[in-house]
């Protein structure tokens, strides 16, 4: 008899994620790349690592995604469950951790917070206007100062007089940096103030006026930042969680919520065959009214699979609007 499995997507703008787990939420195969401006290709690519990584023994029985690129994915693989990243994120932490109280969450571009109680979300706040204090800021200023992403958690925790960073935004960052570095701040104490910023950042524009209770699970990519972890810690004063996979909790709480809806009889089988079929967007602007709608039409195969972006029926897309040929 062959083990049920559930896939879940989490498709970002810098990074693409994926899980398949088992029925008690077990990862049976798991995949991260980046998203590179095609989320269709991305998700293309990682439908075949993970199926590289999936015994024959295993049948996915449904799928979901969740992410910027959510709806899109979904279309693309005949998701069961598509859902934002609240959602995914606090239904992957619960699986593991049901007595979480707060999740600090940041990404490649965003960040976002999420409160609970008694497994149930009760706030949440998201900071998506500015890449200061994300991962995409760590990294360039890693780059600028000549060291690994990889490696600043590290470096940070050597530094004994972190130097204050002005974080707020990337540029006055950045401004910054170069003046501490130029009159003679060590490089360790750059980075572990780089480190302080990016935590007081979120604190004070993403967590201001939240009531941040423990036990906290920080996820997401800059998660794996020990020395972000740990400014975390004193700044909060509070034990800070980072469970194994937590670049992956919404991809594993997309996967949850597939198997949902395969227990209710939402959906069918999954099939990774899907990544060998040709998938391509077209996009036209309405002119029907002053709204002006950007329309999308998605096709797999040549076969128009859904269309969206329209607020009123006259921006309804008809195949033949684009007067072109998939096939």
């Not at 499995?5 to 991260?32: H, R």
């Not at 707020?168 to 103030?193: N, S």
């Not at 060998?276 to 128009?304: H, I, P, Q």
């Not at 699979?305 to 096939?327: H, M, S």
């Amino acid at each position: 008899m062959k083990v049920k499995g559930y896939l879940g997507l989490d498709i970002g703008s810098i990074s693409t994620k994926g899980v398949v787990i088992d029925g008690d939420n077990n990862i049976l195969a798991e995949g991260y790349l980046w998203t590179q401006g095609n989320p269709i290709e991305a998700v293309r690519e990682l439908l075949n690592l993970l199926s590289g990584q999936i015994d024959t023994g295993v049948r996915v029985e449904a799928a979901g995604t969740t992410g910027s690129a959510r709806k899109l994915a979904g279309k693309m693989i005949g998701a069961a469950a598509v859902k934002n990243e609240i959602t995914a994120h606090a239904v992957g932490t619960l699986a593991y951790r049901p007595d979480v109280r707060t999740i600090f969450e940041i990404g490649g571009q965003d960040s976002k917070i999420i409160l609970l109680q008694d497994g149930v979300v009760v706030d949440y706040a998201m900071n998506t206007l500015c890449a200061a204090g994300t991962g995409a800021f760590l990294s360039s200023q890693a780059q600028r100062l000549g060291v690994k992403i990889e490696d600043i958690g590290a470096i940070a925790l050597k530094s004994q007089s972190p130097v204050a960073i002005a974080a707020r935004c990337t540029v006055f960052a950045e401004t910054d940096m170069v003046h501490k570095a130029q009159i003679g701040h060590k490089k360790e104490d750059l980075i572990a103030g780089l480190c302080q910023a990016v935590v007081g950042n979120y604190l004070s524009n993403v967590a201001k006026g939240k009531d941040i209770k423990g036990p906290i699970v920080f996820q997401g990519g800059v998660s794996k930042n020990i020395g972000v972890v740990c400014a975390f810690e004193r700044a909060v004063g509070q034990r800070v969680d980072v469970m194994s996979g937590s670049h992956l909790m919404g991809a594993i709480g997309a996967a949850v919520l597939a198997r949902r809806s395969a227990a209710e009889g939402r959906c069918g089988a999954f099939d990774f065959g899907i990544a060998d079929m040709r998938f391509e967007t077209f996009g036209s602007e309405c002119k029907g009214c002053a709204n002006r709608c950007e329309t999308v039409c998605f096709y797999r195969n040549g076969e128009l699979l859904d269309t969206w972006g329209n607020r009123c029926p006259k921006g309804a897309v008809q195949e033949d609007i684009f007067n072109v040929n998939p096939a």
